[in-house]
């Protein structure tokens, strides 16, 4: 009888734009894979994962609310979910599935529970109150459901492993794979380059925290020193997000000279081979799949030196890195690549390289599988 995994993600079009690649290994594997998250994209998203073979389960996930009621319903319908399908493993996706998830997982006993830290996100990026209140909640919960030799994790980048294991998570429950991968025969470089003006390109949700008005600021410096340059913007704000940019903010920075603000792209294949640079001066990543993808056509990067980005950017190899909240340096950095072809071209080689040894989607689902059955012998071994 096939192994049931229950992968659990708080909205449905994350996961097929995330998660996709390492379902598929897992049923190929020969796991029944469940997925259980909100389902919010409408029914074209529901028919393309269960013409996969994989099973959809409701959840009232509330992106962004903090009410008890609302983390009450979910965790009780979590709660509800595991009892009636005992899923052998239950991988969960981002701090919130981790945070209710996981504890909804005490209470089911599956035999193994993954936890995939993709980011510590907005929460650890600031000082408030509130945030340091659930900083402690956080740290409490992952302490909590650690404790079982069954729960491992999965953290894309050395900066979160180091957390975990600063958190009293033992190192060996603690497991890097590089985010989710990447189609490297769908993501490929154009051929032949482009002709100016460079196109400059950010790809990620509207967010302060992605450092879009740094971004806004730098290249505005840049168009001054004459550079013969357009800034792509494509993305949206995300309301349930609190580091959310607002429609009009967005409205404002699409009416300056030469920045093109297209909202959700679909065909993001053809964005990145249609540009000449990629740029994501975020404040802290997981592991950035937008780089990811620009990497794999080939681009030059232009990332801030912090957790995620730093782990693909490797500076003056395949891009340059800048300091986070610094609009003169990032800047620079893009002036020195729009006049530079060779430089463009050789950090552009360097960056499909990478995706080529162990960073594209068939490696991370193999590595991924990998640790399905690692846990699975666990707890065998303490049954």
């Not at 109150?129 to 491992?152: E, N, S």
């Not at 693909?312 to 002036?335: I, Q, T, Y």
């Not at 991370?364 to 071994?381: E, M």
Request: positive net charge; contains cysteine; aromatic residues 6%.
């Amino acid at each position: 009888m096939s192994k049931k995994l229950l992968y659990v993600v708080t909205e449905d079009w994350y996961f097929l734009s995330h998660r996709l690649p390492m379902a598929r290994a897992a049923r190929d594997a020969g796991f029944a894979v469940h997925v259980a998250c909100r389902l919010s994209s409408g029914g074209e998203t529901i028919h393309r994962l269960a013409s996969e073979g994989f099973t959809i389960h409701a959840i009232p996930f509330e992106r962004g609310s903090l009410s008890p009621f609302a983390v009450g319903r979910t965790l009780w319908a979590l709660i509800r979910l595991n009892w009636r399908l005992r899923p052998d493993i239950i991988h969960n996706v981002a701090i919130s599935p981790c945070m209710i998830s996981g504890l909804a997982s005490l209470f089911s006993r599956p035999k193994a529970v993954v936890q995939a830290i993709t980011g510590l996100g907005s929460i650890f990026l600031g000082h408030t109150p509130k945030q340091r209140i659930l900083q402690k909640l956080v740290r409490g919960i992952l302490r909590l459901v650690a404790r079982r030799p069954t729960t491992q994790h999965i953290v894309q980048n050395e900066d979160d492993a180091a957390f975990l294991q600063q958190l009293g998570i033992a190192a060996a429950q603690v497991h890097i794979i590089a985010g989710s991968g990447v189609d490297s025969a769908l993501f490929i470089p154009a051929s032949p380059p482009l002709a100016p003006p460079i196109i400059i390109t950010f790809v990620g949700r509207m967010l302060y925290d992605k450092g879009v008005p740094t971004l806004v600021e730098a290249f505005d410096m840049l168009l001054k020193s004459g550079v013969n340059a357009r800034l792509i913007l494509a993305g949206t704000p995300d309301p349930a997000n609190i580091a959310s940019l607002t429609q009009e903010m967005m409205n404002t920075y699409a009416a300056r000279p030469h920045i093109e603000w297209r909202g959700h792209v679909k065909t993001i294949a053809a964005l990145w081979q249609a540009s000449h640079i990629a740029v994501l001066p975020s404040r802290r990543e997981g592991f950035p799949k937008s780089l990811l993808e620009a990497a794999a056509c080939g681009l030059p990067m232009v990332a801030t030196d912090v957790p995620g980005c730093r782990a693909l950017v490797k500076n003056g190899e395949n891009g340059l890195l800048v300091p986070a909240d610094d609009a003169p340096s990032l800047a620079r950095a893009l002036e020195v690549l729009c006049k530079d072809e060779a430089l463009r071209t050789k950090f552009g080689a360097a960056a499909r390289h990478a995706v080529e040894n162990g960073l594209d989607d068939v490696s991370i689902g193999q590595q991924t599988v990998a640790l399905y059955k690692k846990t699975l012998l666990i707890h065998s071994n303490n049954g």
